[in-house]
């Protein structure tokens, strides 16, 4: 009786000093921020896209009510902006609403690229067109090339690059509808100012724009 009770007391004291020398539990890993898919059916094929609906509420979130609106479906992408130096190719393609009053919602507060970490910083980045920060609507770009120069600056003297364009996204698949898109043919004739020369000579129509469907 005594020999048991040395032992089971041996093992209530070695308990303590066991549980000291456990590792430390490993950390949760780490989930990825939410993405929504959304998948653009254009005439030239599909372009499907990861909304970060959560680094980017305000503008992925904009945009997925425009496509839950279907405020996309009918229009075009309309303007290939090709830049000649650099690795080839280099720009990108614009589309959307073009403030059509019938189609677009109120402007969006501005989110820089330094509050959201998201970059310009490859191609298929999703950014919003605008005027003046905080007057983005339903126009968006995609970039055909990394376009780092529309990221935030925050040591800009402009106010334009200071705050830069919002990225709000990435195309996940579809990049050779994209390139497609940005090798059509350009008008000469078409656009205003320094845009003279970029829009298509024949809009690339989206036939639909939509959540992609959980399979």
Do not use: C
Request: net charge negative.
């Amino acid at each position: 009786m005594f020999e048991r009770f040395a032992v089971t007391a041996a093992l209530l004291l070695a308990t303590p000093a066991i549980a000291q020398e456990e590792p430390p539990a490993e950390p949760a890993p780490e989930t990825a921020p939410k993405t929504v898919d959304v998948v653009f059916e254009t005439e030239m094929g599909d372009i499907t896209m990861a909304l970060e609906v959560e680094r980017a509420p305000i503008t992925a979130g904009n945009f997925l009510r425009y496509v839950d609106n279907h405020r996309f479906d009918g229009t075009v992408f309309y303007r290939a902006m090709r830049l000649d130096w650099g690795e080839q190719p280099n720009g990108l393609i614009q589309g959307g609403t073009q403030n059509d009053p019938d189609r677009i919602m109120a402007p969006i507060a501005h989110e820089p690229t330094t509050e959201t970490g998201l970059t310009h910083d490859k191609a298929g980045a999703l950014s919003m067109a605008r005027l003046e920060p905080g007057t983005a609507t339903g126009d968006f770009s995609i970039m055909v090339s990394p376009q780092p120069g529309l990221d935030a600056d925050p040591d800009a003297e402009d106010e334009d690059f200071r705050l830069g364009y919002a990225v709000f996204g990435y195309v996940t698949d579809g990049m050779d509808v994209v390139r497609a898109i940005f090798d059509s043919p350009v008008d000469p004739e078409k656009g205003e100012g320094w845009m003279k020369g970029q829009m298509l000579a024949e809009p690339v129509k989206v036939i639909s724009a939509h959540r992609e469907e959980a399979e």
